[in-house]
């Protein structure tokens, strides 16, 4: 079945720029589209936005232009990329598949990888 | 902006029926799923497209969404049940998602 696999730095100097990449394994990541989601310590989840195959992707406003999203089907992955990071962007970052984008819910998800932000 | 309402906390016996809302304005309107996301794991789905239950999850779990409030409930909770609860809700005509604040469902 198909599984995700998140990497990526687990440290990050505020005002600088975060990058994780999702692997997907078990699947073609021709055939869905992908999601980040992310969840501060003892807090809840967030949306951070979702990515078609082709490379189009839509962000939560929230984010103020911070996020970009790639995806690389050679490889079998997509990526995020977090500008300005600050101590409020410390959370578990999770990658999910939308099953189906015409009615949006995540039915696999990767374990999460952390990410805090601290100079 | 919109925005979707979760009570913080939900107590239930076990055995009983535990009922989680979620409100929103409108959320009938929209497409409405569920999370289950229990200490230290990652969430995992137990309601999709507002009253579908994935392959393999257990029948107890059902869910509704009509008007304002979209509804989990689970009956005959376990106490494997115990765990938070995230509603999700999709808007088309924005393409954005928003999740509630989540619940954490106590099963004493």
């Known amino acids: 079945q198909v599984q995700l696999q998140e990497s990526g730095p687990g440290l990050v100097k505020p005002s600088e720029t975060l990058s994780l990449t999702c692997t997907v394994s078990?699947?073609?990541?021709?055939?869905?589209?992908w999601s980040w989601i992310r969840q501060p310590p003892g807090k809840g989840l967030e949306w951070i936005g979702y990515?078609?195959?082709?490379?189009?992707?839509t962000h939560n406003p929230s984010l103020q232009g911070r996020v970009t999203m790639s995806v690389d089907t050679s490889k079998n992955q997509f990526s995020l990329r977090l500008t300005s990071v600050t101590v409020a962007d410390t959370a578990v970052y999770y990658c999910?598949?939308?099953?189906?984008?015409?009615?949006?819910?995540?039915?696999?998800w990767g374990k999460g990888t952390t990410a805090t932000v601290s100079s | 902006s919109y925005d979707l309402t979760q009570p913080p906390s939900v107590s239930v016996s076990p055995g009983q029926t535990a009922s989680i809302t979620c409100s929103g304005d409108?959320?009938?309107?929209?497409?409405v799923c569920w999370y289950q996301q229990k200490p230290g794991q990652s969430p995992v789905l137990v309601i999709y497209?507002?009253?579908k239950r994935p392959s393999g999850m257990p029948e107890r779990f059902s869910g509704s969404n009509s008007g304002n409030t979209a509804t989990l409930t689970i009956s005959g909770t376990q106490a494997m049940d115990e765990a938070d609860y995230y509603c999700?809700?999709?808007?088309?005509?924005?393409?954005?998602?928003?999740f509630g604040g989540g619940t954490k469902l106590t099963v004493l």
């Open positions: 999700q809700a999709w808007d088309r005509s924005t393409a954005l998602v928003l």
């Open positions: 990515i078609y195959p082709s490379g189009i992707s």
């Open positions: 078990g699947g073609s990541i021709n055939r869905y589209c």
């Open positions: 497209q507002d009253t």
């Open positions: 999910a598949r939308v099953a189906e984008l015409d009615y949006y819910y995540m039915d696999v």
């Open positions: 409108e959320l009938g309107n929209k497409y």
